[in-house]
């Protein structure tokens, strides 16, 4: 799983949500190993 890149611009709402999607997928690669 890849998670998506901060370095992209993007409205600001957008940002929010992307930083959301970050730290979920952050957790799912180094959290839980299946």
Sequence with gaps: ??????D???PF???KAVQ???R???RLEHGTKH
């Design 1 to 6: 799983m890849v998670c998506p890149s901060a």
């Design 8 to 10: 992209v611009w993007m």
């Design 13 to 15: 709402p957008l940002r």
């Design 20 to 22: 959301q999607v970050r």
């Design 24 to 26: 979920a997928c952050n």
